[in-house]
């Protein structure tokens, strides 16, 4: 009989902490005022998520997408501005 107590799939730590780090960036993005990139983290995660089927795999990867869209197009638009 093989009994493993041991549970060594780190993979739910990491998507717990990715969306963790989603969900306060969007909430001090909320706090700031910084409606843009707000909205575009919320659109970016809501269209990946729904174009991966709402699975666990879709909201990870709809979590990073956000996180980098919402962190550098807002940076690019400055800079543009410039």
């Given at each position: 009989?093989?009994?493993?107590?041991?549970?060594?799939?780190?993979?739910?730590?990491?998507?717990?902490?990715?969306?963790?780090?989603?969900?306060?960036?969007?909430?001090?993005?909320?706090?700031?005022?910084?409606?843009?990139?707000?909205?575009l983290d919320?659109?970016?995660f809501?269209?990946?998520?729904?174009?991966?089927?709402?699975?666990?795999?879709?909201?990870?990867?709809?979590?990073?997408?956000?996180?980098?869209?919402?962190?550098?197009?807002?940076?690019?638009?400055?800079?543009?501005?410039?």
């Amino acid at each position: 009989m093989n009994i493993n107590l041991l549970h060594g799939d780190i993979l739910p730590l990491v998507y717990g902490f990715i969306m963790f780090l989603g969900l306060l960036i969007m909430l001090i993005k909320f706090l700031r005022g910084s409606w843009f990139s707000l909205f575009l983290d919320i659109g970016v995660f809501t269209l990946v998520f729904k174009l991966h089927g709402g699975s666990m795999q879709g909201g990870f990867a709809a979590m990073i997408a956000a996180l980098l869209f919402g962190s550098i197009v807002p940076l690019i638009l400055k800079w543009r501005k410039k």
